[in-house]
């Protein structure tokens, strides 16, 4: 099956008084027809730029994406021209934000938000396209949406605006939603809710879904693959199974670690409160990054390699999965004998 | 007060815990206001409607709940923050819920709060120094200017940053950097009792574990007793001792903390658990799954009877009529809901 999107050597800088932020910095990822890919990492790590970067959507100045291909169904989006992109945005591949509150437009009725997108892409009268945003809204879950449509954004709760966001997306039948933080503004039995709809309604209509979060619980739950950001860099790609089973990425591992767990043992063997492990200091200005691998300060696992040379992503030895597992660490193997020792009982 | 109106501990709770705050019957209800000249109430806000928990000397109880359950406000009352409408809090055998502003400002020696936001809980014109040091002067704790530095440098030191940084505003620090600031400053004035309210939330995962381990570092250190208010139950499990669930201004479950997690008894501290993913994709495909239906009704007109009942999976006719009492649903373990099995009264 040929990729939906292709991303190639992805590289978004923005240009600051302070010097140039690599924000996104030689990304490369595929997604294929149907399916949901996660991408994880802290905040500016880079992963909300790259999801904008191909909806084309990065203030300029002082964004702009310096390199790079996105192939979408084969053609580069980066070089098509505005006109081209404004058919694709909203059409082909739609976006649903973080801030529910902020991003409808608050002196607008939904009926206008809703049916705008409707008539623009499908070419449908403004009747046709009411009745077609009414039947998204039920679709939704939104209750007594006849009503509801001539409403105005204050009018709904967060989670419902966020399912009013998940109608838009899908108002035009798109092949590709980026959600981006869908759920970090929600509480979590409306972030359960809200997740649920975008899982099913994905899986029924078969449309590829890239969910960008910090929740490392949310990708574990709802991705097929996942990938691991940090500094403006994918360092580790996987199946969703072989990321959370067997990183080999420090950074993973140390994201891994340092969450507590809803299953965690709060206790270790001698009977003391078992501590969090935390990733010690801070991720690195993006101006200025270390050379060799970014991760270096933090990483304890590190060797003099690591200082020169930026390791690429690399397969790992031992994959349990059919999808190709890669880690950008040059000590990955070390992070495998670590992990099967501690399953193990002899770590 | 007099004698009679003593909190009798003894009867609520076993003796052999050492109670240092005792909350009975907690109301704060804002008023809506409406008219332009005359501002008079047309309706109240229940952010919390009788709520009743006590913390026990040197523990740290989890408050857990959605935005708006009124847990905030909760921590807010205690520290008398704001005027509850209703109801007592008792801290070291004092009640505060009624004391002057005077009374109040000696008090807060020996309770403090650390803020959700390290971003706008700091003043921006001053220096961290300042920020940490300033409560040394209201109290009066430092008779000199020699005393107050050395305080500071040890306050800074305390929380892992470092004494060279007391000159520095709080936009030359990062996120985790500017909670540490926040920590220093409720511990400078050698406090018994912190309401933690969201200490985490706005940090990031790698730094989130930084600040709960020292935070739990302090506690065994100074022998604190935290209020940990938070609505992310993972978090909330790892720090807490024991856990209080709020839900729409009231506290439907409160037990130890093992007993929380592993055996929930109200529906809705079962639903909030299932909603948590947790990181780990063979576990979690295993868990029970309740997707709640609906969402948090308003607080300026909660649902008759149980407040949950709209939303419970398990509700019974009787639940919109009856308002559950708190009650021993097992031994030291305390649920408000009808339809759960009973083992004895509060």
């Given amino acids: 099956m040929d990729p939906l999107l292709e991303v190639k050597n992805l590289q978004t800088y923005f240009f600051t008084y302070e010097g140039v932020v690599k924000a996104v910095d030689d990304v490369s990822y595929e997604v294929m027809p149907g399916e949901t890919l996660g991408l994880v990492g802290e905040s500016g790590c880079g992963k909300s730029v790259s999801a904008l970067s191909l909806m084309r959507l990065i203030p300029d100045p002082p964004g702009k994406t310096v390199a790079g291909e996105v192939l979408f169904d084969g053609e580069d989006i980066l070089q098509i021209d505005m006109d081209d992109m404004r058919r694709i945005r909203g059409a082909k591949m739609a976006m649903v934000f973080q801030e529910p509150m902020t991003s409808l437009n608050p002196v607008l009725t939904l009926d206008r938000q809703l049916t705008e997108t409707i008539q623009l892409h499908m070419g449908k009268s403004r009747d046709e396209a009411r009745k077609d945003a009414v039947d998204l809204l039920a679709r939704v879950g939104i209750p007594d949406p006849e009503r509801r449509i001539r409403q105005y954004p204050h009018q709904f709760s967060g989670g419902m605006r966020q399912r009013v966001m998940i109608a838009m997306a899908l108002s035009c039948n798109p092949q590709l939603i980026i959600a981006d933080e869908p759920t970090t503004a929600l509480d979590v039995t409306i972030q359960a809710q809200i997740l649920e709809l975008m899982k099913s309604l994905t899986q029924d209509l078969g449309v590829a879904l890239i969910i960008i979060t910090h929740n490392l619980g949310v990708v574990a739950r709802y991705a097929d693959r996942v990938n691991v950001m940090y500094a403006g860099k994918i360092i580790e790609r996987g199946s969703a199974y072989e990321i959370y089973t067997n990183p080999r990425h420090p950074y993973t591992v140390g994201l891994l670690d340092s969450v507590p767990r809803l299953d965690q043992r709060l206790t270790d063997e001698e009977g003391q409160a078992a501590k969090l492990v935390p990733i010690e200091g801070q991720p690195p200005d993006l101006v200025n990054l270390p050379q060799g691998c970014s991760f270096r300060a933090r990483c304890r696992f590190a060797v003099d390699k690591c200082a020169t040379e930026a390791p690429p992503l690399m397969p790992v030895e031992v994959n349990n999965s059919e999808e190709p597992h890669v880690s950008a660490c040059w000590r990955s193997e070390i992070l495998g004998v670590q992990a099967l020792s501690y399953a193990m009982g002899t770590g | ?346």
């Fill in chain 2, 1 to 346: 007060m007099t004698t009679a109106e003593m909190p009798q501990t003894a009867a609520t709770t076993p003796a052999e815990h050492d109670v240092l705050l005792d909350v009975r019957g907690l109301k704060m209800h804002f008023p809506v206001t409406s008219g332009i000249l005359f501002q008079r109430a047309v309706a109240y806000i229940k952010a919390i409607d009788g709520v009743d928990f006590t913390v026990r000397r040197g523990e740290t109880l989890g408050l857990v709940g959605e935005s708006g359950c009124g847990k905030t406000t909760t921590g807010r009352c205690i520290l008398r923050l704001y005027r509850p409408t209703d109801g007592q809090i008792w801290f070291n055998g004092v009640e505060i819920a009624e004391a002057k502003t005077g009374q109040m400002r000696a008090m807060r020696r020996q309770m403090q709060i650390i803020f959700q936001d390290p971003y706008s809980s700091l003043n921006p014109r001053m220096t961290a120094g300042n920020i940490i040091g300033e409560p040394l002067a209201v109290h009066g704790l430092v008779n000199n200017k020699r005393e107050y530095r050395e305080r500071v440098a040890e306050l800074l030191n305390n929380v892992g940053l470092n004494p060279y940084m007391a000159d520095r505003f709080p936009h030359e620090f990062s996120g985790g950097q500017r909670q540490r600031i926040g920590v220093a400053r409720a511990l400078s004035v050698d406090p018994d009792f912190i309401v933690c309210d969201e200490p985490v939330s706005a940090l990031d995962v790698s730094i989130q574990a930084q600040i709960i381990n020292l935070l739990e570092d302090l506690q065994e250190r100074y022998n604190l007793t935290y209020l940990f208010i938070a609505h992310d139950l993972s978090v909330v499990r790892h720090i807490s001792d024991r856990v209080a669930v709020m839900y729409l201004g009231k506290i439907v479950e409160v037990a130890d903390r093992n007993a929380i997690y592993e055996n929930p008894q109200h529906p809705y501290t079962r639903a909030l658990l299932s909603a948590v993913p947790i990181p780990d994709p063979v576990l979690d495909a295993q868990r029970e799954r309740i997707i709640l239906t609906g969402e948090v009704p308003s607080p300026l007109n909660p649902p008759s009877g149980c407040v949950f009942h709209p939303r419970c999976p398990i509700s019974t006719e009787d639940c919109s009529r009856v308002e559950p009492e708190a009650r021993n649903v097992l031994p030291d373990h305390i649920a408000a809901c009808i339809n759960v099995p009973g083992y004895g009264p509060y």
